[in-house]
């Protein structure tokens, strides 16, 4: 039996989703994680040393809707509760939400370890008129209780001062009587059977009647034999309830952070919405909601597509690689290394210079930069969420509501985040599908902004054809797809943040964190992929390799031949070989940069992406994806072919 | 039964700007969602503002701003508190 616990010292941050827990992790850590406006942003645990004490590490938790724990990422929250040996639980609440924040309170509080509760955006509050009194809630908790604003640095000292003084807290409620004989039966059970080392065995008992499946998980991992004693028991206790046990301890819950909550706030009369407000719902508005998403995408298209993808990589790749680094690159390594074949291989045609950093720096980052930029500003607007209002109706056209949507636009961001971040989806089925749709028809950012770049030179009709065609597959392999999986659609219930005006300095932030993963991640694979082909090309493999692609890339697809080394680039990475075809854009007629374009968007994600899909699905599903969309992305490309030759 | 009012109306028929309080959420709605509704904070009497009705059901309820789906809504039942003015 296991029952070691990580070294003591670790500080959890624990808290409803979208509450500045993320922020708060940065500010008290100097560590950068992904931050943003909308709920799911964080799906796995993150720990980092903290800046005011060197020997306890800090954990960002999941958001956990509600405990005991349901979707993965309170499941992932749970978790660390069960496994870190806790020295404290700092929970981060919404100020202007105290009843829902108090909610979480009253089952943390049984857990029996100290805590500190951080209120939140307690700005946000004050504008809403909402006052809370903090020394008197501090008082009935029995727990320090600090008002923040962790965007600002607010409260922050006063935080991590207060927590030496970590308690404890006063238990919120006493369960009915016949709940507290079934609490307390279960708690002696697991004292005898599975006692935790850290955490209080009634907080366990509470969540393990309320159904959570992570206590679950560690008490059959630590009763062994003896669980079904436990399991028999929870059973029982259920049998004897008139009603769902679970609804009922939490409508308990509920009823004592209502009440609690009730006796702390006071509330100012408001006599109009907040601008901010006014704004949100115009967003969702039924009849400005649509022109406001167009107009949306037209400045996002004209700052990332034109200016990105057209001026700044004019900039970068002609007047910066192509007219000075490049010759100046060529002629150094010509005049120092006299073996031709390592020449080649840093400046020929296949060059890690010429070709893998050109790629990448001139043609790819400055198109990734003004995406993720805009992206950044987008996610801490607080727009993102409503988007899941607006595209609902058309999700439930392929059996998912709008909440998928999340996913498909990080997704456009990269794929591999997009794809983990399918585990803010409440069901197995609204996960598979969406995993295969981003695989599929949901091209990352620096794919688009090569299609951007490329399309955009040929004509805003072939960006409009290669747009519809990938709206128009997304929606009917969606559909096909919910068809033949088994389950239910889900009906959508969001949350949705309040419109915020997003602060210069955090999207920079958030943009150069993204950026150094870009780099990280991508210059090694272009440098592996052009590697790649110019061993294929030394061999002779790639001559032999186009020929034999050629009834399938100029036959079918109607391509110049050499467009097959595009899509064997495209194996290792879909923007690689979109590069790859961009590269080569003033040999394609407008027919055949739409087609090719077509044909690598549904191509298969990076090597990157198809790990992450095995790690989340399982090796037998993501490759099964991968045997569909290969041969799927030709087909379609080839009616494409066949389709615009006919008609334009 | 309220003494200002008895009809219990499903929420997805209540106009918008109305201000209402929660009855029940009923036995339509999936077990999981009703706990999801009951963590949003939809207790019953929880006073809630209905914003809007298209394209979903937008209520504010405390200081937070929920989407409901129809689906949902129609099975969320409530009482007028006061008619939109």
């Not at chain 1, 959570?212 to 630590?222: G, H, I």
């Not at chain 1, 585990?423 to 902004?449: N, Y």
């Not at chain 1, 394609?588 to 090597?607: D, E, K, N, R, Y």
């Amino acid at each position: 039996m296991n029952t070691s616990l990580s070294p003591a010292n670790a500080i959890l941050l624990v808290g409803h989703p979208n509450v500045g827990k993320s922020v708060l992790f940065h500010r008290l850590t100097g560590a950068y994680v992904n931050v943003s406006n909308y709920p799911g942003t964080t799906v796995e645990v993150t720990r980092a040393n903290t800046r005011f004490d060197h020997a306890a590490v800090l954990l960002d938790t999941p958001g956990v809707l509600a405990l005991p724990s349901r979707s993965d990422d309170e499941r992932a929250t749970m978790t660390a509760l069960l496994h870190e040996n806790s020295r404290c639980l700092v929970q981060v609440g919404d100020a202007k939400n105290l009843r829902r924040t108090l909610t979480l309170t009253a089952l943390l509080a049984e857990l029996g370890v100290p805590m500190v509760l951080a209120l939140n955006m307690h700005d946000e509050a004050a504008a809403r008129g909402v006052t809370v009194d903090v020394a008197a809630l501090s008082e009935e908790l029995g727990i320090p209780v600090l008002a923040t604003v962790a965007t600002g640095g607010e409260g922050i000292g006063e935080l991590t001062g207060s927590l030496v003084n970590a308690r404890k807290p006063q238990a919120l409620l006493r369960y009915d009587a016949d709940f507290e004989k079934e609490i307390a039966a279960m708690a002696a059970a697991i004292n005898r059977l599975a006692p935790h080392p850290k955490l209080a065995a009634r907080g366990l008992a509470i969540l393990f009647l309320g159904g959570d499946s992570a206590v679950a998980d560690w008490l059959k991992e630590m009763a062994v034999e003896n669980y079904p004693e436990l399991e028999t028991l929870c059973q029982a206790a259920g049998q004897r309830t008139d009603g769902d046990l679970p609804t009922l301890l939490a409508r308990e819950r509920t009823e004592a952070a209502d009440a609690l909550a009730a006796s702390v706030i006071q509330r100012a009369v408001r006599s109009s919405p907040l601008l901010s407000q006014r704004l949100g719902q115009y967003v969702v508005h039924p009849v400005w909601g649509v022109p406001i998403l167009l107009a949306v995408l037209y400045v996002v298209y004209q700052f990332v597509g034109v200016f990105g993808a057209t001026v700044l990589v004019g900039l970068l790749e002609k007047d910066l690689f192509q007219d000075i680094l490049n010759p100046a690159f060529t002629n150094l390594v010509n005049a120092v290394i006299s073996l031709p074949w390592l020449s080649e291989l840093l400046v020929g045609q296949y060059g890690l210079w010429t070709m893998g950093m050109t790629y990448a720096l001139a043609l790819i980052l400055p198109i990734v930069t003004t995406f993720f930029f805009a992206f950044g500003v987008l996610e801490d607007s607080g727009y993102l969420p409503r988007l899941t209002v607006i595209a609902n109706r058309l999700f439930s056209l392929i059996g998912l509501n709008g909440r998928a949507v999340l996913p498909m636009v990080l997704g456009l961001g990269c794929v591999t985040m997009a794809t983990l971040t399918t585990r803010i989806l409440h069901s197995p089925r609204e996960r598979m599908i969406t995993i295969f749709l981003l695989a599929l028809a949901i091209p990352c950012s620096a794919q688009l902004g090569v299609v951007l770049g490329m399309l955009g030179g040929v004509s805003f009709t072939a960006v409009l054809v290669w747009a519809l065609a990938m709206l128009a597959i997304l929606l009917l392999s969606g559909f096909l797809a919910s068809k033949l999986l088994p389950g239910r659609r889900i009906p959508l219930v969001t949350e949705l943040p309040p419109m915020r005006l997003p602060i210069l300095g955090n999207v920079l932030k958030k943009t150069g964190g993204r950026l150094k993963w870009y780099l990280l991640e991508v210059i090694p694979l272009f440098l592996l992929g052009t590697f790649i082909m110019y061993s294929l090309d030394k061999s002779g493999a790639l001559p032999a390799i186009i020929e034999a692609g050629e009834p399938l890339v100029s036959g079918w697809l109607g391509l110049p031949k050499e467009a097959s080394a595009a899509f064997v680039m495209g194996f290792l990475r879909r923007d690689f070989g979109a590069t790859g075809l961009f590269a080569m854009a003033h040999s394609l007629s407008p027919i055949q940069a739409v087609v090719g374009m077509i044909t690598l968007t549904l191509f298969i994600p990076c090597f990157a992406s198809l790990m992450m899909m095995i790690k989340e699905q399982g090796a037998k599903v993501a490759l099964g994806m991968v045997a569909v969309i290969v041969p799927f992305a030709f087909f379609v490309g080839g009616l494409f072919n066949l389709l615009l030759h006919a008609v334009w | 039964m309220s003494p200002k009012h008895e009809a219990r109306l499903p929420l997805a028929f209540i106009t918008p700007g109305t201000e209402v309080r929660l009855a029940a959420l009923g036995d339509e709605i999936d077990p999981l969602q009703r706990e999801q509704l009951t963590a949003y904070g939809l207790a019953e009497n929880r006073p809630l503002r209905v914003l809007q009705q298209k394209p979903m059901t937008v209520i504010l309820a405390d200081e937070v701003e929920l989407a409901l789906e129809h689906a949902v809504a129609r099975h969320i039942w409530v009482e007028i508190e006061t008619p939109p003015g």
